[in-house]
């Protein structure tokens, strides 16, 4: 009697990027796997969404599931979709002191996110007795003769 090995495809699972709220779209060529063997995760290649920076992979869109690291090895043992997570940039408030003059500004659309550009507020304040307005400035001791760091009218967010 001869006996005749039986053989039989192990299980084959996939590997797949969902943008969650950013655009953009990620494959993973090598996908699919076979049961138990590793998958690298792929670096992020989606746009984050406005104000908002990448904070890794999940696998519940909501961040609850597990996490999973750009470029670290897991093995596979079903199908896996890695949500993309998003955290929202930090904000900056822009505010105006009038540095011994009188008055208030106020930057109604303060605060800001990094990155995003602001517009400098056109003075509002009175100006100290025998002096005038030459500009504002992110030091208040800065004195008049020496180079004072003027801020331009519109310019980015500190990073």
């Known amino acids: 009697m001869t006996l005749y090995a039986q053989w039989e495809f192990n299980e084959q699972f996939t590997v797949s990027y969902d943008e969650n709220g950013g655009t953009g779209t990620m ?11 590793l998958f690298t995760v792929l ?46 940039n930090e904000q900056f408030t822009v505010s105006y002191n009038a540095n011994g003059g009188t008055g208030t500004m106020t930057d109604t659309s303060s605060p800001y996110y990094d990155g995003n550009l602001f517009t400098v507020l056109t003075n509002a304040f009175t100006a100290p007795t025998n002096k ?22 519109t310019r980015s967010a500190p990073t």
Do not use: C
């Open 132 to 153: 005038h307005f030459i500009g504002f400035n992110t030091a208040a001791g800065m004195a008049a003769e020496r180079a004072i760091r003027k801020v331009p009218p």
């Open 27 to 37: 494959t993973d060529t090598s996908s699919p796997y076979y049961d138990g063997n």
């Open 43 to 88: 670096t992020n290649a989606f746009t984050a969404p406005t104000n908002k920076h990448f904070a890794g992979f999940n696998t519940a869109a909501d961040g609850s599931g597990t996490s999973y690291t750009e470029g670290s090895s897991y093995a596979i043992s079903a199908n896996v979709t890695l949500y993309a997570q998003w955290e929202y």
